[in-house]
């Protein structure tokens, strides 16, 4: 098959399409970066450089594909984040139809069941929409959990104040992910071959906050690293003194307060899904190590 993968050589895309090559596939990666070509090519895809906002770049570069991925990629100067995510999802349909392409594996996230109240996943929930109202359309919709990822940003946090938190409670639960496992989840499912519309929730955990500050902390030889949940403005004071835009941070407190209430699940919950990926927190605990360390 031929298969286009946007994303560049991100936590995802890279391992995705590596083993797409590796199963014989012919793969072009989409990257923004003219620097990312010789490192694509070695991968063994071409590369085609554009931005995924100019529809005639992605016309072209869908033409003749049998399917193609789409994720939304993240920019954090823009003014309206949520408008800014639809406004590529639909540059992505208008692309698509145009270029007469059959099948899409579509990265979402779980909570984008929800149109309000969850942060930068309610332009996620706009896309999901978007593809929902193409025809003659194949459509799997990925809806991973939380990114391990996202608790590299605490390295500094835990550095110079000993703790790790956000505005969401130790006991919490929380549905966690990494991104290689949504990459073999997706792989999988290609190699399988899917029709119709379908949602695939992808999990590598299931746990607690407090049980990921233990499983930090032991990992990086603070074992009584506290987890600790602050209210919505220091949360928003803490993002943005770290240098996040303030539109950004505000995102990221709602999706916070989606994660404390617990909605950001009920979905991935009511299904009695049960966390497949073969990466767990303890496994991610030694890779956060390396980086805390390196």
Same mark, same amino acid.
């Given at each position: 098959?031929?298969?286009?993968?946007?994303?560049?050589?991100?936590?995802?895309?890279?391992?995705?399409?590596?083993?797409?090559?590796?199963?014989?596939?012919?793969?072009?990666?989409?990257?923004?970066?003219?620097?990312?070509?010789?490192?694509?090519?070695?991968?063994?895809?071409?590369?085609?450089?554009?931005?995924?906002?100019?529809?005639?770049?992605?016309?072209?570069?869908?033409?003749?594909?049998?399917?193609?991925?789409?994720?939304?990629?993240?920019?954090?100067?823009?003014?309206?984040?949520?408008?800014?995510?639809?406004?590529?999802?639909?540059?992505?349909?208008?692309?698509?139809?145009?270029?007469?392409?059959?099948?899409?594996?579509?990265?979402?996230?779980?909570?984008?069941?929800?149109?309000?109240?969850?942060?930068?996943?309610?332009?996620?929930?706009?896309?999901?929409?978007?593809?929902?109202?193409? %025809?003659?359309?194949?459509?799997?919709?990925?809806?991973?959990?939380?990114?391990?990822?996202?608790?590299?940003?605490?390295?500094?946090?835990?550095?110079?104040?000993?703790?790790?938190?956000?505005?969401?409670?130790?006991?919490?639960?929380?549905?966690?992910?990494?991104?290689?496992?949504?990459?073999?989840?997706?792989?999988?499912?290609?190699? %399988?071959?899917?029709?119709?519309?379908?949602?695939?929730?992808?999990?590598?955990?299931?746990?607690?906050?407090?049980?990921? =500050?233990?499983?930090?902390?032991?990992?990086?030889?603070?074992?009584?690293?506290?987890?600790? =949940?602050?209210?919505?403005?220091?949360?928003?004071?803490?993002?943005?003194?770290?240098?996040?835009?303030?539109?950004?941070?505000?995102?990221?407190? %709602?999706?916070?307060?989606?994660?404390?209430?617990?909605?950001?699940?009920?979905?991935?919950?009511?299904?009695?899904?049960?966390?497949?990926?073969?990466?767990?927190?303890?496994?991610?605990?030694?890779?956060?190590?390396?980086?805390?360390?390196?």
């Amino acid at each position: 098959m031929k298969i286009i993968i946007t994303g560049s050589l991100g936590n995802i895309s890279r391992p995705l399409a590596t083993t797409l090559i590796s199963k014989g596939q012919k793969v072009t990666v989409i990257s923004s970066n003219p620097e990312k070509s010789a490192e694509i090519t070695q991968l063994g895809a071409e590369a085609a450089i554009g931005s995924v906002s100019d529809e005639n770049f992605l016309i072209d570069t869908f033409k003749g594909a049998d399917l193609v991925y789409l994720m939304v990629p993240p920019d954090f100067s823009v003014n309206d984040f949520r408008a800014y995510i639809k406004s590529i999802g639909q540059h992505y349909a208008n692309a698509v139809k145009a270029a007469g392409v059959n099948k899409v594996v579509l990265l979402s996230s779980i909570g984008a069941h929800l149109a309000h109240g969850t942060g930068p996943i309610a332009g996620l929930h706009d896309v999901e929409q978007i593809f929902s109202g193409l %025809e003659n359309l194949d459509v799997l919709t990925l809806r991973p959990g939380f990114f391990y990822n996202n608790f590299y940003a605490n390295i500094d946090l835990i550095k110079h104040m000993g703790i790790i938190g956000s505005n969401y409670e130790a006991d919490q639960s929380i549905v966690l992910v990494d991104p290689k496992d949504i990459a073999a989840a997706a792989a999988e499912k290609i190699a %399988e071959g899917f029709n119709g519309r379908s949602i695939l929730y992808i999990a590598s955990d299931k746990r607690k906050l407090k049980e990921v =500050a233990s499983a930090i902390g032991t990992a990086i030889g603070k074992a009584d690293l506290p987890w600790v =949940a602050f209210d919505d403005t220091q949360a928003y004071d803490g993002m943005v003194g770290a240098g996040l835009p303030s539109e950004i941070a505000k995102n990221y407190v %709602e999706m916070g307060n989606a994660i404390s209430s617990g909605i950001l699940w009920e979905d991935f919950e009511a299904k009695n899904i049960t966390p497949k990926g073969k990466i767990k927190l303890e496994d991610f605990a030694a890779q956060f190590a390396l980086a805390y360390n390196s």
